[in-house]
C-alpha cells in the first residue's frame, strides 16, 4: 500500500506536474472537467491563450491603414491601383484649395469652410468618376470621360461646391473638342454649363462669349434635352438674358441700347416671338429713359403685337402700361388713358391681382391730374382693397393715392364755399364771433351770467344759415334792446361791420385786433350815458 508524504512536506515541481497530468488524464477517462485539477495560475494562463488565439493577424499595412487618414489611404489605394493622373488631379486640388485658404486669411468665407479632407462621401465620389473616367480614357473613349466630367461638376454642383464644378465643367468642354460623329453636340453642351458657371460668378462677358459659341453650334439643329427642349431655343433664351443682364450692368445708355438690340436681333434671326416680345419691351424702356419716347411707342406696339398673337396676358399688360407712360410723356393723355384702362381689362381677365393693382394706381393718378376726382377715388379704393388682401407690407402707396383722391374730390365743394362772397362774409363774421366770445366771456360772466349768456346766444350767428342783411339789422336792435335792460355795454358795431375794400400796399393777413370784439367803456349806474353811447354808435 503505498503511503501519502506528510502534508507539511514540499512536493517537488517536476513530481507536481507529472501527478497534475496524472489527474488530468484520469479525470478525462472518467468524464470530468479538466480544469477541475488546474491551479488558478494555469487557468489564468489558458484564458489568455484562448483570447490570443481568437484575435486576428494584424499586419503592418493593416496597421498603417489604421492609423493613417481616410485621405491619405484613398491616394495610396488609387496609387497602387495604377492611377496616377487621377491622383495627381486629386491631389492638386486639394492643394491649391489650401494654398487660396491660406492666402484669404482667417476673415474670408473660405477660413469657415469644411476642408474636403475631411469629406469623406465627396472624396469618394471623386476617386470613382476620376479613375473611371482615367480607365475609360486609356481606350480613347472620349465621350464616356466627358460624361464623367459632367457627372462630377453636376454632383459638386448641387452639393455647393462651385470651385469643383466649375474646374470639371472647364476639362469637360476640353475634353468634348476630341469627341468625332456627335455633330458638336457634347461641345455645344459644355459651352452652354460653362456660360452658366460664369454667369453665377457674374463674369458676364466671358458667359456670353460661350452662349454666343452655344447658340451657333445649335442654331438649325433638332437636339432636345432631358427635358425636351429643342437647344436651340434654350441657347437663344440664354443668350438674350445674358445680353439683357449687361445691359442692366451697364451705366452707359449706349452700351445698353448695343447690347439690347444685339438681344433683339438674335430674337429676331431665332424667331422666337416671346424673346423678341422681351427684348423689345427692354429696348423701348431705355428709348423712354434717354427721352425718345417716339421710337419707345413703335418699338411697344410691335411688342404689343406679338404678345397678343402668343397669348401673353402679363406681358400685354406690362406692354400697354409702357406705352401708356410714353404717351404720358408726348402730352398724349387720352390714349394714354385708354390703354391703362386696357392694361386693368387685360391683368382681370388673366387673373393677376398684382397688376390689378398696378393698373387701378395708374389710373387713379391720370384722372387726378384730369380733374376726374370721384374716378380718382374709386380707382385708389379698389387698389387700397386688394392691396390689403393681398400684400398688407405694401399698402402704403395705395392708402396715400386714397387720401389724395378723397382730398382733391373735396377740394372743389370747399372752394366753392369760400370763393362765394356772401358765404365768406358769414364764415369770417362766425369766426369774429367766436374770437369776441373766447375773450370776454369771463367778464361777461362775472357781472351777469344769465344775461350773458342770453347776449351771446342772440348774437351767434349759424355759418349754415343763408345771409340776410335785414335780419341782421334786427338782431342788432334786438340786442341794443338786451343791453339796455341787462345793464350791460353794447359791443362795438366794428365786430359786425368788416371793411372788404383793401387798399395799396395792405397786407393779406387779418391782424387780431382787427377780428376781435371791442367794449367801449359805458357806466352801467347811469341810463343815459348808456343812451348816449349808444346814439353815438348809431350815428356813425
Known amino acids: 500500500m503505498e503511503t501519502l508524504p506528510p502534508i507539511n512536506q514540499k512536493q517537488q515541481a517536476t513530481g507536481g506536474a507529472e501527478s497534475s497530468t496524472e489527474f488530468i488524464a484520469r479525470a478525462k477517462a472518467h468524464g470530468r472537467r479538466e480544469t477541475r485539477f488546474l491551479t488558478w ?4 494562463q489558458r484564458h489568455k491563450e484562448k483570447i490570443r488565439s481568437q484575435l486576428p493577424i494584424i499586419s503592418r499595412i493593416d496597421a498603417a491603414v489604421y492609423r493613417s487618414t481616410f485621405m491619405h489611404n484613398l491616394c495610396i489605394n488609387m496609387l497602387k491601383e495604377g492611377f496616377h493622373k487621377s491622383f495627381s488631379e486629386l491631389y492638386n486640388l486639394l492643394a491649391d484649395r489650401r494654398k487660396n485658404r ?5 476673415d474670408s468665407p473660405l477660413w ?9 462621401e465627396k472624396l469618394e465620389e471623386l476617386a470613382k468618376y476620376l479613375t473611371k473616367a482615367e480607365t475609360v480614357r486609356r481606350h480613347k473613349k472620349w465621350k464616356d470621360v466627358y460624361e464623367c466630367r ?7 454642383l448641387t452639393s455647393g461646391d462651385r470651385w469643383l464644378s466649375d474646374h470639371f465643367f472647364s476639362t469637360a468642354l476640353d475634353v468634348s473638342r476630341n469627341i468625332r460623329l456627335d455633330g458638336r453636340r457634347r ?13 453665377r460668378n457674374g463674369n458676364l462677358l466671358e458667359a456670353v462669349d460661350h452662349m454666343r459659341h452655344f447658340h451657333e453650334i445649335t442654331a438649325g439643329q433638332p437636339w432636345r434635352n432631358d427635358d425636351d427642349v429643342v437647344l436651340s431655343s434654350l441657347a437663344c ?5 445674358t445680353y439683357t443682364a449687361l445691359a442692366d450692368q451697364s451705366k452707359s445708355r449706349e452700351q445698353q441700347l448695343k447690347f439690347l438690340n444685339q438681344a433683339l436681333k438674335v430674337a429676331s434671326e431665332s424667331n422666337e416671338t416671346l424673346q423678341k416680345a422681351k427684348c423689345g419691351l427692354n429696348l423701348a424702356k431705355i428709348y423712354e429713359e434717354t427721352g425718345d419716347s417716339k421710337t419707345a411707342i413703335k418699338c411697344l406696339n410691335e411688342c404689343l403685337e406679338m404678345a397678343q398673337d402668343i397669348g401673353d396676358a402679363q406681358l400685354c399688360g406690362e406692354a400697354c402700361r409702357a406705352i401708356a407712360t410714353s404717351l404720358q410723356s408726348i402730352g398724349d393723355i387720352k390714349r394714354a388713358l385708354d390703354y391703362f384702362e386696357m392694361y ?6 388673366a387673373g393677376l391681382l398684382p397688376q390689378v393693382v398696378s393698373a387701378s394706381c395708374c389710373l387713379s393718378k391720370v384722372n387726378i391730374t384730369q380733374g376726374e376726382y370721384e374716378k380718382s377715388v374709386d380707382q385708389s379704393e379698389a387698389a387700397y382693397k386688394f392691396t390689403k388682401e393681398l400684400e398688407p407690407a405694401n399698402i402704403a402707396h395705395p392708402s396715400v393715392l386714397v387720401g389724395l383722391a378723397r382730398g382733391f374730390a373735396v377740394s372743389f365743394k370747399y372752394n366753392t364755399v369760400v370763393e362765394e362772397h356772401t358765404k365768406l362774409k358769414r364764415l369770417l363774421e362766425w369766426k369774429n364771433e367766436r374770437i369776441g366770445g373766447l375773450d370776454h366771456h369771463e367778464s361777461i360772466a362775472h357781472t351777469d351770467s344769465e344775461a350773458g349768456s342770453s347776449v351771446m346766444g342772440a348774437t351767434r350767428v349759424d355759418p349754415t344759415a343763408p345771409y340776410d342783411q335785414e335780419h341782421e339789422f334786427v338782431v342788432y336792435q334786438k340786442l341794443s334792446l338786451d343791453q339796455n335792460i341787462a345793464g350791460l355795454p353794447r359791443p362795438s358795431s366794428s365786430a359786425h361791420s368788416i371793411d372788404y375794400t ?3 400796399g395792405d397786407d393779406d393777413t387779418c391782424s387780431d385786433s382787427e377780428t376781435s370784439f371791442v367794449l367801449p367803456p359805458a357806466s352801467s349806474d347811469d341810463p343815459s350815458n348808456a343812451h348816449k353811447s349808444s346814439q353815438n354808435d348809431s350815428d356813425k
Not at 491660406?102 to 482667417?106: D, L, Q, R, T, V
Not at 459644355?190 to 458657371?197: I, M, S
Not at 433664351?237 to 438674358?241: A, F, V
Open 344 to 349: 386693368a381689362e387685360t391683368s382681370k381677365q
Open 41 to 44: 495560475n494555469d487557468k489564468q
Open 150 to 156: 459632367v457627372r462630377l461638376a453636376e454632383y459638386f
Open 187 to 199: 461641345e455645344a453642351e459644355a459651352h452652354c454649363n460653362r456660360a452658366l458657371a460664369y454667369e
Open 112 to 120: 469657415e469652410e469644411t476642408p474636403l479632407d475631411d469629406q469623406h
Open 102 to 106: 491660406i492666402m484669404e486669411g482667417p
Open 502 to 504: 383793401r387798399k395799396e
Open 237 to 241: 433664351r440664354h443668350l438674350c438674358r
